[in-house]
């Protein structure tokens, strides 16, 4: 499923996004939510662990609440950090890829 819009960015997208780019669960998630809370706590869950586990930056400015509310700079800010992360990690595994060949004894 292709999203065209910002407010189609809800709780499920960020914990898939966290859980591929990261390929880990997200901690304390709830797996089955039943609320716009239960979301809002799933979405906190993904920006409390970006930044703590991982930037090590607050990022306080964006809330889980927010993100369910739909709220379009909470939304274009936390898809910004995951462009980012990623492409921080996709130009680290270069560099790994890059010195491992550079080590390869045929």
């Given at each position: 499923?292709?999203?065209?819009?910002?407010?189609?960015?809800?709780?499920d997208?960020?914990?898939?996004?966290y859980?591929?780019?990261?390929?880990?669960k997200?901690?304390?998630?709830?797996?089955?939510?039943?609320?716009?809370?239960?979301?809002?706590?799933?979405?906190?869950?993904?920006?409390d662990s970006?930044?703590?586990?991982?930037?090590?930056?607050?990022?306080?400015?964006?809330?889980?609440?927010?993100?369910?509310?739909?709220?379009?700079?909470?939304?274009k800010?936390l898809?910004?950090?995951?462009?980012?992360?990623l492409?921080?990690?996709?130009?680290?595994?270069?560099?790994?890829?890059v010195?491992?060949?550079?080590?390869?004894?045929?």
């Amino acid at each position: 499923d292709n999203i065209k819009h910002l407010s189609e960015c809800g709780a499920d997208v960020f914990v898939r996004l966290y859980e591929s780019v990261l390929g880990e669960k997200v901690p304390d998630f709830i797996a089955t939510p039943r609320t716009q809370e239960d979301d809002a706590h799933n979405v906190q869950a993904v920006i409390d662990s970006l930044a703590l586990d991982y930037l090590q930056v607050s990022l306080s400015h964006i809330t889980g609440e927010n993100i369910v509310k739909g709220e379009r700079e909470s939304i274009k800010n936390l898809l910004e950090i995951f462009d980012g992360l990623l492409e921080y990690l996709t130009e680290e595994m270069s560099k790994f890829r890059v010195s491992c060949s550079d080590n390869t004894v045929l």
